[in-house]
């Protein structure tokens, strides 16, 4: 096998025959943040016509079909039952050579390695893309307030207090007390 960088993506040539196909993606891990959806990127330079031409991602560490193409059409009841309805290509990028596989609602046993195996009629190739975690998606603000809206009402009918809560903001807690009275 042979990897070369190629405009910061990596080059995986899997020549399984003279023929090999070139299969590009990621040259690092892509950070995917919990419960968010996610791309994982696989394409080719040059495109390949559709008819002969498959794309099967799996799961690497497990062996698990994450999603298939074939015979001009997705194939979700080859998908492993926790990937259902939670992977898909981009049909309108496919003939263009894009297969990039988008993963929704990414959860914690969704990161490891992925591979991307597309084949045509003469040739294959592989890419492998890891995914890892960027941690959780921060709680809407909105769902914070209003779940604590019976608390700051108690706190008020027992006397003058404030309630401060701590968001994602940069700002220090004495800025968010400006001008307010002790």
């Not at 016509?49 to 062996?63: A, N, S």
């Not at 074939?70 to 263009?96: M, N, T, V």
């Not at 297969?99 to 490891?112: K, W």
């Amino acid at each position: 096998m042979e990897a070369k960088l190629l405009s910061g993506w990596l080059a995986v040539c899997c020549a399984l025959s003279s023929e090999g196909l070139s299969v590009l993606g990621p040259a690092e891990p892509v950070a995917a943040v919990l419960g968010a959806d996610v791309v994982l990127p696989c394409f080719v330079l040059i495109p390949l016509p559709v008819p002969g031409l498959e794309i099967q991602w799996t799961k690497t560490d497990t062996g698990s079909t994450v999603h298939l193409f074939s015979e001009g059409e997705s194939w979700p009841e080859s998908q492993h039952w926790h990937y259902r309805g939670q992977a898909e290509l981009f049909p309108e990028e496919i003939r263009s050579g894009n297969f990039s596989l988008r993963l929704r609602h990414v959860g914690t046993g969704d990161t490891g390695n992925y591979t991307c195996r597309v084949r045509t009629g003469r040739a294959s190739g592989a890419a492998v893309v890891e995914l890892r975690s960027a941690g959780s998606a921060p709680y809407h603000t909105g769902t914070v307030l209003l779940c604590c809206a019976s608390l700051a009402a108690a706190l008020a009918s027992a006397g003058p207090a404030w309630l401060y809560l701590q968001t994602q903001s940069e700002s220090s807690p004495a800025e968010h007390r400006s001008g307010a009275a002790d």
